[in-house]
Each structure stands twice: as structure tokens, then as C-alpha cells.
């Protein structure tokens, strides 16, 4: 299909082909990488992004955790090479801090960006994605950025398809004769997400008279230029704030709430807090702001140590503990 031709294929296939045209369109992508698991979302947004005139590069990340993982990572970036697209398997360790699922998304990630080459990359993320990822973020209360759910563009990620929903990306795959692996992980109740998917938003749905998911990544959308307008000044603040992995107590107190908070969570993560929520961001604002002598909150660490946060002095200072 030309760039510029008319969409042609089953609703499904136009749904997926128009939202990859449109995302390229919008932010002058013609080089793109794409994170190919071999599932239906990731499949359908590679064979998208070849019919859309893309040059396009796999990337399938091996994180081996599951018998055969390997021989399904070389199926997924064969189909991509029969698609049209070039094709690289890496292969990554999972460690075990704040969780698997939490510990296979840095791996990916990171193993993403070192196998781009200054391409963006594109990930299958779907309008189910981002209802369960609001929906998460309502149950940990973990503020208005959460709530705003996954970002379409933030260079170097792109998800194009967040206006698509799951189903049509396996119609799609279906409809173009793709081979679709269905990861087994997908439908284990040990995570929290597979339950989001198969237990919970079933629920709302039925309790509410359906349209749930749709809400929800409204929601995120209503939301994001709200957080936008505060993230801008929290970094600046941050950055004239943070030394040494401390936090400058005078510049912060007095803050409005908005603004600190977002200072505080994002100078949590970068001392190696996985996701702090709510309570946790609270207990050291309460270090700022309630201060009575309180010792250390917990904020995170390993199997080996804790990461906590205290006020010494005049500063939030981090350090870790042996357990």
C-alpha cells in the first residue's frame, strides 16, 4: 500500500494500517524500530508499519523466561522478515527488583534502546493497555500522571495503536494470515494485569452497561495536559533541588502540593524506587513538610538491602541498609 493511496483491507486491517499512517504522519517518522513479541498487538503494528512505507527493524527481546522462548523469539522476527522488515532477536536477564513483571520491563526496555540506532521505537500498546494501566494507577493512588496513562509519543517511544482495541489487532493478524503466539503469561492470575484483564474490567463492564475501557483511556487523555502544565516546572524544580542523590529541603517546603509531590516521585525513581505510590510519596513529603523526628521511610531495594529515604540536616538524603 502507498502512503498516500486509499486504506484497503477488513475494518480491522484499516484500523490498524490508518492509526500507524496517521502517528507517522504526525511526528515525520519514516526509520522506525518496533518491539515484536510475536503477539497479535505487536505483530499487527509491524505488518502496519511495513504497509504504511515504513523502513522497518524488529526487535524481539528473548527474555527468557519460559521453556522455548528462544525458538518463539526466531519465529516472531522470521515473520517480521517475511513482512518486509529487518529483524534482530536480544536476548536479556531479568533480574528480580520490584517484581517480574517490573523487572522484565527494564530489561526490555533497555534492550530496546541499545538495539534502536537512533530510530524511534514503536510499541503495540492498544486502548486495552491503557485502560488496565489507569485502571492500575486508580487502585495504587499513585496521582494525576498515572491516571494520565501511557504516553502516544515520547521520543524515543511511540504507540500509535492506543485508539485501537485488542481485538482488532488479532483480526487484523487473522486477516493477513499471521502467525500469532499467545503468551501463557497472558492469562496467568499471578499478575496483577491479567486479573485487571480477565476478572475485573468484565466486571465494570457489566455492572456499568459496558463502554468501560473506552472511559477509561478518555480519562487518561483528559488528564494529560493537566499533568503536562505541572511537569514542565517539577523538572526545573528537581533540577535546582537534587545533589548527590539528596534533595534540598528548603527549596521544596512551601511548595503547593501538586508540584512537590511530582518532585519528590520523580527524585524516588531516580534513586531506584520502583513506581512509588501514594503512601510512600506522602511519608516523605511528611519529611518535608510534617517533620517531628521521624526515622527512615522504606522506599524499595533488594534482596539484600532496603532503600530508604530520612531527612538529615537540612536534606532528603537516600541510602541502603542491609536487610
Given amino acids: 500500500m502507498d502512503r498516500t493511496g486509499a486504506l484497503t483491507g477488513d475494518p480491522a486491517q484499516r484500523a490498524v494500517v490508518g492509526a500507524v499512517r496517521r502517528f507517522a504522519d504526525r511526528h515525520r517518522l519514516t526509520r522506525i524500530a518496533v518491539g515484536l513479541s510475536g503477539g497479535a498487538d505487536s505483530l499487527a503494528l509491524t505488518a502496519a508499519a511495513v504497509r504504511s512505507g515504513l523502513d522497518v527493524h524488529a526487535v524481539v527481546v528473548d527474555h527468557a523466561l519460559q521453556h522455548g522462548s528462544d525458538r518463539v523469539a526466531h519465529d ?30 527494564r530489561a526490555r526496555y533497555a534492550a530496546l534502546d541499545a538495539a534502536r540506532d537512533g530510530r524511534p521505537v514503536l510499541l503495540g500498546h492498544t486502548l486495552d493497555d491503557q485502560a488496565e494501566t489507569v485502571l492500575l494507577g486508580l487502585g495504587r493512588g499513585s496521582g494525576a500522571r498515572s491516571l494520565a496513562g501511557m504516553r502516544p509519543w515520547r521520543p524515543p517511544w511511540g504507540r500509535p495503536l492506543l485508539d485501537v482495541r485488542r ?157
Fill in 76 to 105: 516472531a522476527a522470521d515473520t517480521a522478515r517475511t513482512l518486509g522488515a529487518t529483524a534482530e532477536i536480544r536476548s536479556v536477564t531479568v533480574d528480580a527488583d520490584g517484581g517480574p513483571e517490573a523487572a522484565a520491563r
Fill in 167 to 323: 481485538a482488532q489487532t488479532r483480526d487484523a493478524c487473522r486477516g493477513w494470515g499471521l502467525p500469532v503466539w499467545d503468551d501463557p503469561h497472558n492469562v496467568d492470575p499471578r499478575f496483577t494485569r491479567v486479573r485487571l484483564r480477565t476478572e475485573v474490567l468484565p466486571l465494570l463492564d457489566d455492572v456499568l452497561g459496558g463502554g468501560v475501557a473506552d472511559a477509561l483511556a478518555r480519562t487518561a487523555t483528559q488528564l494529560r495536559d493537566d499533568a503536562d502544565a505541572l511537569d514542565e516546572p517539577a523538572d526545573r524544580l528537581l533540577a535546582e533541588t537534587a545533589h548527590d542523590r539528596a534533595l534540598r529541603i528548603d527549596a521544596l517546603d512551601g511548595r503547593p502540593t501538586a508540584l512537590r509531590t511530582r518532585v519528590l516521585r520523580r527524585w524516588l525513581i531516580s534513586i531506584g524506587a520502583v513506581e512509588p505510590g501514594h503512601r510512600t510519596v506522602s511519608a516523605v513529603d511528611a519529611l518535608v513538610t510534617h517533620w517531628h523526628g521521624q526515622g527512615p521511610i522504606a522506599v524499595g531495594g533488594d534482596a539484600d538491602h532496603r532503600l530508604v529515604v530520612e531527612r538529615v540536616g537540612g536534606d532528603l538524603t537516600a541510602r541502603r541498609i542491609p536487610r
